[in-house]
């Protein structure tokens, strides 16, 4: 039976055949230097052709010499040159059979000279002359001077500029928005597909009701927030949350990141910003995602290039745009950042972005979710448990959890397994943590010895520390820039540090440095990366916390508050106070890292013989984990 049919019928080539290809010769077709090249070398060689001088030219003088004799019978005047033409003659060859032969005229040309009697001396001679129109001559010479050079240069500016696209753009559409456009319903997150920032999604789903139902608020004159601004550390969701919202809603959805405003042309950025809206309100409803908002949103009270900055021109046709637009139209403009300190406060106002939602790092029931969506598409062994993976990863962002279980996928390949066992998300999370393995280096047997002593003192520091996390694992492995490591993990989610806690710290990370002093009986520059830890924490509790004796609840700096988290760097750092404020927090630092040293060394000494055999275990077996550390503390404690 024939599929064929009214609504149904295809063209066949005859024969049965297969379908011959649609014939587009320029389909495929791109530019290319080496076709310029071809086409400069067929001008040249038509010009060579068509357009060279039949006849060399000779003095005017000459030529009106040879008018007066009667060699030139016939003269063609056209504005350029005169061309004078001899009689053909007819000449006895002589040979084996003689006879004439027809010599053909000689043609000789001259520059023109304004001389009215050169037009007396041809009819005083009888000369024939006449005028002659170089219409078709004047074509060529247009497109040859002017056509085709001006195609040429058209061509290389074309070809340069697609080459510098990634770097600068077009610059026909340089104000053209460089959004990533996505249609109503072809994103497919959703809610369900984001853990660990439940109280987030709780404050978007009057967003997704609204772009649903905007009648139901309207009706009962509520307005929707025009912006909302979701505030994290980096990894933490805020890109994918705005996805999601975009997905649950059905909606349109243009993302945009704040450095794709600006660009080293004046005026680009506002351009962009007005297309952006512009396309927006065509798309109604939909949604506008800015992600790194403060990329052009940085406040203009500390701007240094004055009114004429091309970022805050940028930010002020943003303030522009929010104010244009009506809500109620069904436009929501999201954005993301984790710099909220330094935003314009005209962004933070209320009818701009009005609400800020905090995406922050998932707590222990949050980290197992989001490891239980990440671990769907893994092949995990039964007796993996993802409880105990989230309790060994506080402090981790969403980001970092999937590369963990990602991680431990490309471990279990590599180790030739068809599951993922418990171990692979061990050894993920210490290659995160400390590094990738070196398996290869190898230590002299001093270094060796040294290493293994600094890592048993700073677990053996840990373990009679109140309040310090518990020892995981130790190895004398190097990993990454390390030639050791002890791997200490939180049991449980901590969100303030007392000042007993942070002293402690310091002990540990000065416990690797005392061991090293009492084996060797001097320093060396492994521990280099523990006091640079040690001295930051020192310099915090003096100048950030208010615990020092002088300064006592007073915060000498101002920090910006980003989203770092605690144990990182902030990017913004200004002194406020005075070089003997300095002088005293240096050598506050110093005393109190003193302090902290003197006290370890002399709990060290007393526990010389627990040190001594951590360290032997450590070079006979080269790692002890949890269960080995604890059963040699019990031993010998």
């Known amino acids: 039976m024939s599929d064929e049919g009214p609504g149904n019928s295809q063209k066949k080539p005859f024969g049965g ?37 039949a006849n060399p030219t000779i003095d005017f003088s000459d030529f009106k010499a040879k008018i007066a004799s009667g060699e030139i019978k016939r003269v063609e005047i056209t504005d350029s040159y005169f061309t004078g033409y001899t009689t053909p003659k007819r000449e006895l060859s002589l040979g084996p059979r003689s006879k004439y032969m027809t010599v053909p005229e000689t043609v000789y040309r001259t520059v023109p000279i304004n001389d009215p009697k050169i037009i007396e001396l ?35 500016w074309r070809f340069l500029f697609k080459r510098l696209g990634n770097m600068g753009g077009n610059v026909l559409s340089v104000g053209q ?8 319903g072809d994103i497919v997150t959703r809610f369900a597909d984001v853990a660990g920032v439940d109280e987030a999604k709780e404050e978007l789903v009057e967003v997704v009701d609204f772009l649903k139902n905007p009648k139901k608020y309207t009706d009962i004159g509520g307005k929707i927030p025009k912006g909302v601004l979701l505030v994290g550390p980096p990894g933490t969701g805020k890109t994918l949350l705005a996805r999601a919202v975009a997905g649950e809603a059905g909606v349109s959805f243009f993302r945009m990141s704040g450095a ?23 798309k109604t409803p939909c949604i506008i995602f800015i992600d790194e908002l403060d990329a052009i949103g940085k406040s203009r009270l500390n701007s240094i290039a004055g009114g004429n900055d091309e970022r805050e021109q940028t930010l002020n046709q943003l303030l522009v745009e929010m104010d244009g637009f009506d809500a109620t139209g069904g436009l929501i403009i999201l954005a993301a950042t984790n710099r909220p300190d330094v935003l314009d406060p005209a962004l933070l106002r209320p009818g701009r972005f009005d609400r800020q939602v905090l995406v922050d790092r998932p707590d222990l029931k949050g980290r197992e979710a989001i490891l239980r969506i990440h671990s769907k598409a893994v092949k995990l062994n039964p007796q993996v448990d993802l409880d105990a993976v989230a309790r060994v990863t506080s402090g981790f962002s969403g980001a970092d959890l999937a590369n963990i279980v990602n991680e ?10 068809k599951a993922v066992d418990q171990q692979d998300f061990d050894e993920a999370i210490e290659k995160v943590v400390a590094g990738l393995q070196k398996k290869t280096r190898v230590l002299k047997p001093e270094e060796r010895k040294l290493t293994a002593y600094h890592e048993a003192g700073h677990a053996l520091v840990a373990a009679f520390t109140p309040n310090a996390y518990p020892v995981q694992k130790i190895s004398i492995i190097p990993r990454g820039f390390a030639l050791g490591y002890t791997l200490q993990m939180p049991v449980e989610d901590r969100y303030t540090i007392t000042q007993s806690d942070l002293l402690g710290r310091i002990d540990i990370l000065l416990g690797g440095r005392i061991a090293e002093e009492m084996i060797s009986g001097e320093f060396s520059t492994g521990a280099a990366n523990d006091l640079t830890k040690a001295t930051d924490i020192a310099r915090k509790m003096i100048t950030d916390y208010g615990m020092s004796g002088r300064f006592r609840n007073v915060a000498l700096t101002s920090r910006g508050g980003g989203m770092g988290g605690q144990d990182r760097q902030e990017p913004m750092f200004q002194r406020e106070y005075a070089e003997t404020t300095q002088q005293y927090v240096d050598e506050e630092i110093a005393r109190m890292v003193e302090q902290e040293y003197a006290k370890t060394k002399t709990a060290l000494d007393s526990r010389r013989h627990v040190l001594d055999r951590l360290a032997g275990d ?20």
Request: proline share 3%; net charge positive.
């Open 122 to 156: 041809m009819d005083e001679r009888n000369v024939d002359y006449y005028a002659v129109s170089r219409e078709g001559n004047m074509i060529l010479n247009i497109v040859f001077s002017w056509i085709l050079p001006i195609g040429f240069f058209f061509l290389i």
């Open 260 to 282: 794709d405003f600006v660009e080293m042309f004046v005026g680009v950025g506002a351009a962009r910003v007005r297309d952006l809206f512009k396309q927006a309100r065509d």
């Open 17 to 53: 055949g297969p379908k011959l290809p649609d014939f587009k010769p320029f389909k495929d077709w791109k530019f290319s230097i080496l076709y310029v090249l071809i086409l400069v070398a067929g001008m040249s060689f038509f010009n060579y052709l068509f357009m060279k001088r």
């Open 618 to 637: 450590l070079l006979e077996k080269e790692t002890l984990d949890e269960k080995e550390f604890k059963a040699i503390l019990n031993a010998y404690l």
């Open 177 to 184: 928005n460089r959004a990533v456009i996505v249609a109503e």
């Open 408 to 417: 431990a996928a490309l471990l279990a390949v590599r180790a030739g397994r």
